[in-house]
């Protein structure tokens, strides 16, 4: 490794436009630094922390104005050389001060000291075993010292805190010993440990043939890191243990592995799983740790203790030395784009990551992305599939219910006949059923209740979302307006209204339903505490409550097997969201919640709700058919020139007030104005664009304003996205950011 020439270039950790640049310091001769490592470093009147991102040997700063390198923040270098170069990649694509980059490989407590390294007493026996005997005659007239000398005469190193546990205060008398050289007193460094349980063997299963296929292509690629593969596998294929073959393989030849995963706290399973095959060889990274935990985690995985990671989208910088294979669960899941700054995509990264560092990359889902699945066909991943539950477990039986059927047999609830009938005989035989409202998004649309028409923009084929503050239509592509119509305008009733059922409300029409048994809710409001989430999962596995109602949260990795019926409320509540992606999105969560049902030996019941029954994304889920969905999908983004045939584009303003935010976006639409005006041949490749507030106004107390622009996929659009770069970093009073199909719109 390149080792310290007289002078380091420093990256300071302040992320601003006016300090994005490299600062050269001294280093002091006798001082050992290595890339990546984290300095204390001299700044204006300041001290701060830096991290060393090269070296060189002149330097053209006049000596009387270079400053030293104070110290080093650790003995290793904290960011590997390897991850110092996937963070000036994603500052260079993602056009965020470097500093900011670099914050990505670190935990955030890491920075300016804000955790530090634990340690413990450990109390050991120096003396032989024959000499045992004196030294307990020597101290005869301590009952105490004898205790602690048996007890340590195991050879053991024991904890000092341990000790406290059979003997009262035993410092004083450990002291002792000490000094009379029996006992040896030391500090050692601890890892705070996340896990209740201690780590476990589990025996390997016998792989289902299937599984045997997959892997069959897998271990190779992950001998010779390369390959990039997209796994289709439907629920309850055994996919898991796909990932801890090939983990293993990787584990075998001395190489790391990520395993990423939507969200790690909808996913203890998968936690409990590989650390029942690896022990303490696997470390989870992800935010509902502790802040000691975390940072002795990341360092766990930093010192090679742990060399097998899982964790939530930022997983992927972990600092695995010399990483073999990235695995990528449910690779559909929105949540893999990171919506702050630097905006990243953590399937984006990890391929990145993987060619660099030369390792095999694995996507994987019952529901691949569009996307994804499109590149796999195109020859970009080896599309590798799973088409059976493991022991040939059956598939839900799915029924879909015509809501607007059950208006004109006079019900107004939000309950089917067949929902409740089944929920009873559900209850009544002992079985547990989940209800679930799939609600991705805040838009409210507005349906026809007796046809299940969703009115929807004549321009962009996306649902109008209702606003309350003007009561009318607005399509969040192209911003035309329209009133609420009164008349339907495919089958003239009059029932035509918003919709947008919540948790809470279909938990208090099921009450009303069920007065003696009890329901538990899961969603962002029952969830918030630190272990909310977890111990509601765990009183419905018990058995305490017979329904639980949740959003989409409950959709996903969960295996309970007494579970035995799963209602999706409102399927129309995703269908209509004012995205392109709606279609896909619902496929994707209906098909998630019929995999609920049914894990166990009894066979599952899936009822879904819906206004739209014969829509194609419902029928494919309902027959939970991923390859007819995505060639009628397919299709429908041609049709409409949705991604990936072509590219939605935003330049996202946000300001501290709305009136800022919408300068900016007018200049910049003016600009683009300018710009198409004079080169028609780029003109031709925009479909649209167009200013606007954006659909949420504020998020996180900073006003939005848009532009959005749709490109045909085309080279010519290349130079197109370039322009709108360079456009978007120019000293704007507001932050700007440029986003290529952005996963929401909002
Ligand atoms: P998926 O992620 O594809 O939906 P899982 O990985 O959750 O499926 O596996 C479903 C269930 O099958 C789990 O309970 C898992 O332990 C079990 N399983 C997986 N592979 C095997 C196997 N080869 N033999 C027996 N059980 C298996
Ligand atoms: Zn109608
Ligand atoms: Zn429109």
Redesign the pocket.
Known sequence: MADSGPYAQVIVDIASASTDRVFTYCVKSGMSLTLGTRVLVPFGRQTLEGCVIGFSDSTDIPIDRLKEIIEPLEEYPAILPELVALAKEISRDEHCPLALALRLMLPAEMRAGRVSVKTQTNARLLIPGDELKEALEANSRSSKRRLLLNILSDRLEHPVAELKVLVRDPLPSLRLLQEMGLVELFEEEVFRSPYADPARMDPD????PE?SEVLDELIPAVREGRGRFLLH?I???????VYIRAARECLRMGRGVIVLVPEIVLTPQMVSWFRGRFGDVAAVLHSRLSPGERFDEWRRIRLGRARLVIGARSAVFAPVKDLGLIVIDEEHEPSYQSESLPRYDARDVARSRADREGAALLLAS?TPSILSFAKAQRGDYMLLEMLSR??ARQLAQVSVVDMREELRLGNRGMFSSLLLSRLQACVRAGQQAMLFINRRGYAPSVICRKCGGAITCSQCDVKLTWHQADHALHCHYCGQKTPIPELCPFCGSTFIRPVGAGTQKVEEELAKHFPDIRILRLDMDTTSGKDAHQTLLDRFRSGEARIMVGTQMIAK?L?FPQVTLVGAVLADLSLNLPDYRAEERTFQLLTQVA?RAGRAEMPGEVIIQTYQPDHFAIRAAARQDYRSFFTQEFDRRRRMLYPPFTMMIRLLCEAEREEQAREVSGELNRRITKIMSEEPSLRRRVLFFREDASPIKRIMGLSRAQVLMKLLEHPDSRRILLLLKELSEEPWPCRVSLEINPASLA
Do not use: C, F, W, Y
């Open positions: 299963p016998i792989l289902m599984q596998g629920t309850g294929s055994g996919k898991t243990e019952a493991v022991n990795g295996d995999g």
